[in-house]
């Protein structure tokens, strides 16, 4: 069971705070604001700017618009508002950048964990990295020394897509020696990546995220829903990664195997080692 932050009505930011044990996150949304109802797949959602307009940290108004910026859910501290903040859509990407706007994301454990402090990030930044989003503009620019993205995967814009919680660069020796992208030297991770990190635009908590050249990006069949493709690339990716077929130890004639905790990793393991591995 994770909670939907859903960016076609606005962005939620409460639903999974329960889950950890907290009543709610209100208190984290800016004072004086009012809550809306929104609707997403026939669930409840409550979003923090059903009316299209709040107030910043340093006392300005923003009008909802689209095309010219963006608006993300930052996180300055424990205990703290988010702010929402309107944050610059690039004029011109790079080669092999992609312009995603957010249809939904997921909210991980490791969100709660940083909210609740439990985890240390460095702030502020837009938190999420679970997520599914349209294609809205494929970068283009082949002057920016970057290298390209990968020719095979055919993306366009207009794509429904998700993508991998990490960007690495492909060229040194983690990535290119011992293929482990996820240990780049040069490593970058949606949702704890501060806001002056490049364009700001490093979360899914927001309505658009900027993909970077070395992300791995997954276009969506359309009999899948989005609800159902959000935490793919980080819990089921981490279940995947986990129960490899060739990687994983001899089990026992039974075909069993003992799985402990009942979250979406557990629920994910469970129906990977009985379709995936074949186990009882």
């Known amino acids: 069971l994770k909670s939907r932050f859903n960016c076609r009505t606005g962005l ?21 604001r009012v809550l809306g109802r929104g609707r997403c797949h026939g669930e409840s959602l409550l979003s923090p700017f059903a009316a299209c307009t709040a107030s910043s940290r ?18 300055h501290g424990v205990g703290q508002p988010f702010e929402l903040m309107e944050i610059p859509l690039p004029d011109k990407l790079n080669e092999g950048e992609l312009l995603v706007r957010m249809e939904l994301a997921t909210i991980c454990g490791s969100d709660l964990h940083t909210v609740s402090g439990m985890r240390q990030e460095p702030m502020p930044l837009v938190l999420g990295h679970e997520g599914v989003g349209i294609i809205e503009r494929i970068g283009s620019d082949i002057f920016s020394g970057n290298r390209p993205r990968h020719s095979g995967w055919k993306l366009q814009e207009g794509d429904r897509v998700t993508f991998s919680v990490a960007d690495s660069c492909g060229t040194c020796p983690e990535c290119a020696l011992h293929k482990l992208p996820q240990k780049c030297v040069f490593l970058m991770k949606y949702g704890h990546a501060r806001v002056s990190d490049g364009s700001g635009l490093n979360g899914t908590y927001a309505t658009h995220i900027l993909l970077r050249r070395g992300t791995h990006v997954v276009k969506l069949p359309q009999k899948l829903s989005s609800r ?19 990687r994983l ?22 129906a990977w080692l009985k379709k995936r591995v074949g186990m009882d």
């Open 12 to 32: 939620t930011i409460l639903a999974t705070a329960q889950l950890a044990g907290m009543k709610s996150l209100r208190h984290l949304l800016p004072s004086g």
């Open 228 to 246: 159902v493709c959000a935490p793919a690339n980080c819990a089921l990716a981490t279940v995947v990664n986990c129960l490899d077929l060739g």
């Open 249 to 270: 130890p001899r089990y026992g004639s039974n075909k069993s195997a003992v799985v402990q905790g009942a979250g979406l990793l557990g629920i994910y393991a469970v």
């Open 58 to 75: 340093s006392g300005r108004s923003w009008q909802c618009r689209h095309g010219a910026t963006a608006v993300a859910a930052v996180f």
